[in-house]
């Protein structure tokens, strides 16, 4: 058995005891497998040889998966996931090897904070996604559903009340512009968990993710609204309720000072997102993103984005 394939059987074991020593070991493999790593490793002089802590670990910058094809070793992808940017400014793209492997952690991680899939109905509303086409998040709500209740899918405004209604457990996910048109005919909504993915799309204008979830709360009489940060170029997700925001064992979201990549701020400094998602092992674990956030018992927020980035379809800007 391969190095990689090992690795993704014990991931689910990573614990924070073992968690650093597992991220030198893929640190490791991807700078001996990773070409466009290797060489912004060497570049930096970050190798193997003296990287011997977590926090000495290079993040590859997140625009590298517009330009390369990010893979650790030779092999044909199975699935190709493409970003929501726009044709002007390139989408990222993330080549999957092995997509069980994806929709194992993604159920996994899922189901160890809301409980089993089948207990529950999606009610999908992900229009502007499913219209591009080849996004992560719709591959992983197709799968959730493949658990969940007969009468999952997705919908339009249309023709959802009827569903928001019934007794059943629902999970009602969906982009922040359509969960807000949504919410203003202020639904009958009953047993659902709402979760926002942000993003609106230019549908309308920007606002803080406690303005939304304010609206959000409001207009479908829950008390909580849940929150799920995924990216294209991650393999695992983090959610949060209330917009405090945790990954699961295999990864782990750390601060990086603006103007110092190597630095890192403890809770309640506002900086650059790093995210280590140990599930990409096939690409690259060690993601610097373009978000702002901060870290805050135990948990992260995500407060925005760096100015001149492109808006992503899955965060919100301030």
Same mark, same amino acid.
């Given at each position: ?19 650093? @020593? ?49 893979? &650790? ?25 092995? $997509? ?7 159920? !996994? ?16 509303? $992900? ?24 009468? &999952? ?27 807000? #048109? ?53 393999? &695992?997700?983090?959610?949060?309720? @209330?917009?405090?925001? !945790? ?6 979201? +750390?601060?990086? @000072? ?19 998602? +140990?599930?990409?092992? @096939? ?8 978000? $702002? ?13 760096? #100015?001149?980035? #492109? ?5 919100? $800007?301030?």
């Amino acid at each position: 058995m391969s190095f990689a394939e090992e690795f993704k059987h014990r991931i689910f074991e990573i614990n924070e005891e073992t968690f650093q @020593d597992s991220s030198l070991a893929a640190f490791e493999y991807q700078y001996s497998n990773c070409q466009i790593f290797h060489e912004y490793c060497n570049h930096l002089k970050k190798t193997p040889k003296n990287v011997n802590r977590l926090n000495e670990i290079p993040f590859l910058p997140i625009e590298c998966f517009k330009n390369h094809a990010v893979k &650790s070793g030779e092999w044909s992808e199975a699935k190709i996931f493409k970003s929501s940017g726009t044709t002007a400014s390139g989408r990222s793209q993330h080549f999957i090897k092995d $997509l069980p492997h994806y929709h194992q952690s993604a159920k !996994s991680n899922f189901e160890a904070i809301f409980g089993s899939l089948s207990e529950f109905l999606i009610v999908a509303i $992900l229009p502007s996604y499913q219209a591009q086409g080849d996004s992560s998040l719709i591959g992983m709500v197709d799968y959730f559903m493949r658990f969940s209740k007969p009468d &999952s899918g997705y919908f339009l405004e249309e023709n959802i009340d009827h569903v928001l209604s019934t007794t059943d457990k629902k999970l009602v996910i969906g982009v922040s512009y359509a969960l807000l #048109d949504l919410a203003e005919k202020a639904p009958k909504t009953n047993n659902a968990i709402i979760m926002e993915t942000g993003g609106m799309k230019g549908r309308r204008k920007e606002m803080t993710r406690g303005e939304l979830h304010s609206n959000l709360k409001r207009g479908f009489g829950v008390d909580h609204i849940w929150s799920e940060y995924g990216m294209t170029e991650l393999q &695992s997700q983090a959610y949060g309720r @209330d917009g405090n925001f !945790s990954f699961p064992s295999w990864a782990r979201c +750390l601060i990086r @000072d603006i103007n110092d990549p190597f630095t890192y701020l403890p809770e309640e400094k506002t900086g650059g997102i790093n995210v280590i998602d +140990l599930a990409n092992i @096939d690409t690259c674990c060690f993601i610097e993103t373009k978000d $702002l956030g901060r870290l805050r018992n135990e948990k992260f927020e995500v407060l925005g984005r760096f #100015d001149n980035s #492109d808006i992503r379809g899955c965060n919100l $800007l301030i």
